[in-house]
């Protein structure tokens, strides 16, 4: 019987899991092996579980439009739950809280109207403006979705989304609610992202009318542990890897902490690009150019055990605009989505630090971050516990994925064009796509079906 080909995947997080998970299909002709460095597998999506509660320690958020996650979700046997959003949410600006909804009652869409006309925005020029960027993005609604930038990297200019926005009078969008959201769903500021990154971000996730909701009752953390559970007897957790070893232009295998070697026929590098630019140091330049335009923000995610909830009218969320004067960006409580990720009767929070507000609190121990958060939260919603049940601290060094204007379209053409220079090696992760939990997932999937086709069909790769 001949060998049976052999496949690395270095990083068993969102990315690597996706990948693995589809080479496991064809375990009885492949040989494969997950290497993860943290204690953990799942990575941004990781779930955690503490006195009965299911917490995501990172991602919290599914959409209907993730078809690669439905995907997984069908095949793993993880049901998911529609959940339309009309509890809305709540902004808080210039000293109190005002509510958001997507749509509801004639009441409900009046209290939002009366939100946006108490933001700087809503200037008849300000208007103008954000309802043409809004059409813009509509008019493009067939290219902008969660599973490829293919189809509108004609957006990805050089520019910033603050440099964008400058440029297309949205200022005052973005100087308070387009901030927010962008913060939210990038953990950077406007500066840092790039426009066409901010602009597919708004689309999927804010202004898309069919942007639903659609998340497993245990919420997304729960999502990653069946999905590592499907991988665990082909996963080597606590084990990072220090080099991806190529010889000759082709792959040879992977030398993890302590030395150990993996011989390897292919390698699916699925970590975050600074990750990969260390561990591969012998990629050709035109690879490792590109993956040093990649960069990452930090975040913290502060998740609270309660008994009643908190948040003002039954929110689900809660954001936090510039005149607040908070370095809180954001907290949700996921009940609205996720009602079994507690036990009955009780909620969470999950309180959202981002950028160089994270930057700040990454040093200091987790008792004072707690003792901080707490004290911080009670200011603006003073039915918060000083003792709640529990309090857990996750601390992301590299959360959002940050890239100048037009890097998306040099990741693109980087993996049709040289990365194929480099026999039986693969990428993955959120920056090699969209950087959101469907995106990385999309990378893992395509990594695995390039590299099965280039080992067990030998036609060479197959890049979309
Ligand atoms: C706080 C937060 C909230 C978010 N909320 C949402 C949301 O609601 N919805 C959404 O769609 N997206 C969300 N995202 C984004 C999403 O989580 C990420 O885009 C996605 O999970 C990234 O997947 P990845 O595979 O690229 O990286 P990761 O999931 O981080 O995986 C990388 C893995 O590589 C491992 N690794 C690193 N170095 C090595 C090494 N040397 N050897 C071996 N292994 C190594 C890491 O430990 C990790 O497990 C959120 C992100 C954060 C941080």
Request: glycine share 8%; aromatic share 8%.
């Amino acid at each position: 019987m001949s060998k049976k080909p052999k496949v690395v995947v270095v990083g068993g997080g969102t990315s690597g899991l996706a990948a693995a998970y589809t080479l496991l299909k064809q375990k009885d002709k492949l040989d494969v092996i997950v290497l993860e460095a943290a204690a953990h597998p799942g990575g941004r999506m990781r779930g955690d579980e503490i006195n009965g509660y299911y917490i995501d320690t990172a991602a919290t958020m599914f959409l209907e439009s993730y078809d690669t996650v439905r995907g997984l979700a069908e095949d793993i046997g993880v049901p998911l739950k529609r959940v339309s959003r009309t509890k809305g949410g709540q902004v808080h600006s210039h000293g109190k809280f005002h509510p958001i909804f997507r749509g509801g009652s004639l009441k409900e869409r009046l209290l939002t109207a009366r939100t946006l006309l108490s933001f700087q925005m809503l200037s008849p020029k300000g208007i103008w403006q954000f309802l043409r960027f809004v059409k813009m993005l509509k008019s493009r609604r067939e290219d902008i979705t969660p599973e490829s930038p293919a189809r509108f990297l004609d957006l990805d200019t050089n520019q910033s989304f603050a440099d964008f926005a400058k440029a297309n009078s949205l200022e005052e969008f973005v100087d308070d609610l387009g901030q927010n959201d962008i913060n939210c769903f990038t953990a950077a500021n406007t500066d840092q992202i790039s426009a066409a990154c901010g602009m597919a971000l708004l689309w999927i996730f804010s202004f898309n009318p069919s942007s639903t909701l659609i998340v497993p009752e245990k919420g997304v953390g729960y999502f990653a542990t069946v999905l590592a559970q499907a991988c665990s007897e082909h996963t080597r957790l606590s084990t990072p890897v220090e080099r991806i070893v190529l010889e000759e232009g082709a792959v040879k295998g992977v030398i993890a902490k302590g030395g150990e070697f993996f011989e390897a026929d292919a390698v699916i590098c699925a970590t975050t690009a600074t990750v990969a630019s260390r561990i591969i140091p012998d990629l050709p330049s035109n690879i490792s150019s590109v993956l040093s335009r990649v960069n990452y923000t930090p975040a913290l995610n502060i998740v609270i055990g309660l008994g009643p909830d908190i948040l003002p009218d039954g929110a689900f969320a809660a954001t936090f605009s510039r005149s607040s004067g908070t370095w809180l960006s954001a907290v949700s409580n996921i009940k609205m989505w996720a009602p079994k990720a507690m036990p009955d009767g009780k909620h969470m929070l999950h309180v959202f630090v981002i950028a160089d507000r994270a930057e700040e609190l990454l040093p200091l121990s987790d008792s004072e971050i707690e003792k901080r958060v707490i004290a911080e939260v009670r200011r603006f919603l003073p039915a918060m516990p000083e003792q709640p049940e529990f309090v857990s601290v996750y601390r992301w060094k590299e959360a959002g994925c940050i890239y100048p204007g037009g890097t998306m379209k040099a990741i693109h053409q980087m993996r049709r064009q040289s990365l194929p220079s480099v026999k039986g090696l693969y990428l993955a992760g959120d920056y090699m796509n969209i950087p959101i939990t469907n995106g990385a997932m999309r990378s893992g999937v395509d990594a695995a079906e390039d590299c099965t086709s280039f080992l067990l069909h030998k036609r060479g790769d197959t890049i979309r």
